[in-house]
């Protein structure tokens, strides 16, 4: 564990709030062009205060330039992910390979069930993401016709297609032990944050992670680290989990209004933990 020397990665993590709509489209172009480079939407289907977290990444997909786009978390027992790897390689299509998948195991089951959803147990859900995964990158291959077993999302001829742009990374926004050794295993990149991930447990998520990559024959060093901070985290503090543990994509959580934080973290923040971890990396050759 420790830096992996990937580049360094700066955006917002936003809820889709209907009623504040227009404010969100203003602050999205603020970050498109400010420099940052990943804008990550909340994806709650059962919520009726946001918009369409698909939806609206496709809207921002052609009012942008520049953003990598990406759910986070897709809400995996709402968004089929035969449908879903479908969606994902369209959008990557249109955006001219910018879109990145979050996939979340489920949460919030009560909410789930309302929307018509299948209530899981933990292991039911590890089960379902790890077939999830495997009908996405099914359909984003060249297989003829694809038969996949699943209890969750067998595929009985399928055919793949359309084929994305690049190839769209899988993050997994995922915690528990079972879950960071799959996440390991299987995902191109982990997606947390401080609010379930305090700075001081993250060593413990990413020895998880780096296990179950090693369990697996992969290189940890492969899978990427995305954390949504905590707003008052300085600059230092960072570079510092990027140096420490790995961490390469950072995220601002911030409401549609946050111009000024969003700005500020564009040009004082990212500049400042850009510099320093380059630094880091030049004096230890």
Known sequence: MGDYGHELRFGIFVPPEAARGRSLLRLVRLADESGLDVLAVQDHPYQPAFLDTWTLLSYLAATTRNLTLMPAVANL????PAVLARSAASLDLLSGGRVELGLG???FWDAIEAMGGQRRTPGQALTALREAVAVLRALWGTEER???DGDFYPLRGAKPGPAPAHPIGIWFGVYGPRALRLAGELADG???GYAYAPPDTLAAHMHAIDAGARA???VPALIRRAYIIDPSMPPAHLTDIALREGV??????????GDQATHRFATETAPAVRAAVAAARASSG
């Open 77 to 80: 027992p709402l968004r089929p």
């Open 216 to 218: 697996a024959g992969r």
């Open 190 to 192: 982990w997606l947390g």
């Open 146 to 148: 694809l038969r996949l």
């Open 105 to 107: 195991a489920g949460a």
């Open 248 to 257: 390469s994509e950072f995220l601002l959580p911030v409401s549609p209004d």
